[in-house]
Protein backbone atom coordinates (compact mmCIF):
# COMPACT_ATOMS: atom_id res chain seq x y z
CA UNK A 1 0.00 0.00 0.00
CA UNK A 2 0.85 3.34 -0.96
CA UNK A 3 0.16 6.60 0.77
CA UNK A 4 0.99 10.40 -0.30
CA UNK A 5 1.88 12.70 2.44
CA UNK A 6 3.15 16.60 1.44
CA UNK A 7 4.70 16.61 5.00
CA UNK A 8 4.93 13.96 7.69
CA UNK A 9 5.85 15.30 11.24
CA UNK A 10 7.26 12.44 13.48
CA UNK A 11 8.75 11.62 16.68
CA UNK A 12 11.01 9.06 17.86
CA UNK A 13 11.81 8.19 20.81
CA UNK A 14 15.40 7.82 22.03
CA UNK A 15 16.71 4.55 19.85
CA UNK A 16 13.82 4.40 18.05
CA UNK A 17 14.48 4.09 14.11
CA UNK A 18 12.54 5.21 11.23
CA UNK A 19 12.68 3.32 7.60
CA UNK A 20 11.94 5.31 4.20
CA UNK A 21 11.82 2.70 1.68
CA UNK A 22 12.84 5.04 -1.25
CA UNK A 23 14.14 8.30 -0.31
CA UNK A 24 14.79 10.13 -3.52
CA UNK A 25 13.88 13.79 -2.84
CA UNK A 26 12.78 13.09 0.05
CA UNK A 27 14.40 16.09 2.71
CA UNK A 28 14.81 14.74 6.61
CA UNK A 29 14.45 17.24 8.85
CA UNK A 30 15.92 17.75 12.37
CA UNK A 31 13.44 19.43 14.40
CA UNK A 32 14.57 18.62 17.70
CA UNK A 33 17.15 15.60 19.36
CA UNK A 34 20.14 14.39 17.17
CA UNK A 35 19.06 11.79 14.38
CA UNK A 36 21.75 9.21 12.84
CA UNK A 37 20.73 8.66 9.03
CA UNK A 38 22.33 6.33 6.97
CA UNK A 39 21.70 5.45 3.55
CA UNK A 40 22.12 1.71 1.88
CA UNK A 41 25.23 1.27 0.19
CA UNK A 42 26.96 4.60 1.46
CA UNK A 43 30.10 4.60 3.99
CA UNK A 44 28.63 7.70 5.28
CA UNK A 45 27.16 8.61 8.34
CA UNK A 46 24.93 11.65 8.69
CA UNK A 47 24.56 12.91 11.92
CA UNK A 48 21.65 15.80 11.90
CA UNK A 49 21.13 17.94 14.92
CA UNK A 50 18.25 20.77 15.07
CA UNK A 51 17.97 22.95 12.14
CA UNK A 52 19.80 20.83 10.10
CA UNK A 53 18.35 18.23 7.01
CA UNK A 54 19.68 16.12 4.81
CA UNK A 55 18.37 14.76 0.74
CA UNK A 56 19.69 12.17 -1.47
CA UNK A 57 18.89 12.50 -5.41
CA UNK A 58 19.36 8.19 -4.83
CA UNK A 59 16.57 6.22 -5.32
CA UNK A 60 18.14 3.69 -1.61
CA UNK A 61 16.24 3.00 1.79
CA UNK A 62 17.47 5.77 4.57
CA UNK A 63 17.22 4.31 8.34
CA UNK A 64 16.97 7.20 10.18
CA UNK A 65 17.95 6.38 14.09
CA UNK A 66 17.23 8.65 17.51
CA UNK A 67 20.13 9.41 19.22
CA UNK A 68 17.90 11.47 21.79
CA UNK A 69 14.36 11.92 21.66
CA UNK A 70 13.79 13.49 18.39
CA UNK A 71 11.11 15.26 16.19
CA UNK A 72 11.90 15.24 12.82
CA UNK A 73 9.85 16.49 9.39
CA UNK A 74 9.71 14.61 5.97
CA UNK A 75 9.17 16.27 3.11
CA UNK A 76 9.29 16.17 -0.89
CA UNK A 77 11.81 18.29 -2.30
CA UNK A 78 13.13 19.01 -5.95
CA UNK A 79 15.28 16.16 -7.36
CA UNK A 80 18.83 17.61 -8.30
CA UNK A 81 21.04 14.88 -9.74
CA UNK A 82 24.15 14.00 -8.00
CA UNK A 83 23.68 16.84 -5.23
CA UNK A 84 24.04 15.80 -1.72
CA UNK A 85 21.94 18.47 0.69
CA UNK A 86 23.47 18.30 3.91
CA UNK A 87 23.06 20.39 6.79
CA UNK A 88 21.16 22.97 4.24
CA UNK A 89 17.67 24.06 5.23
CA UNK A 90 15.59 24.63 2.09
CA UNK A 91 11.79 24.98 0.56
CA UNK A 92 9.53 21.70 0.53
CA UNK A 93 8.21 21.37 -3.07
CA UNK A 94 4.48 21.23 -3.63
CA UNK A 95 4.85 17.61 -5.17
CA UNK A 96 3.75 14.69 -2.73
CA UNK A 97 5.93 12.51 -1.11
CA UNK A 98 5.25 8.75 -1.23
CA UNK A 99 6.44 6.35 1.38
CA UNK A 100 5.56 2.61 1.41
CA UNK A 101 5.91 0.50 5.36
CA UNK A 102 8.84 -0.99 5.19
Do not use: Y
Request: aromatic fraction near 6%; proline fraction near 7%; include cysteine.
Amino acid sequence: MTTIFSQLNLSLAHEAMFSVADAAGVQVICREGSLWVTVDKDLRDIVLAPGESFMTPQHRRVLIFALQPSSLSLAPTPLVPSIWALGRKSRAASASLTLQPA
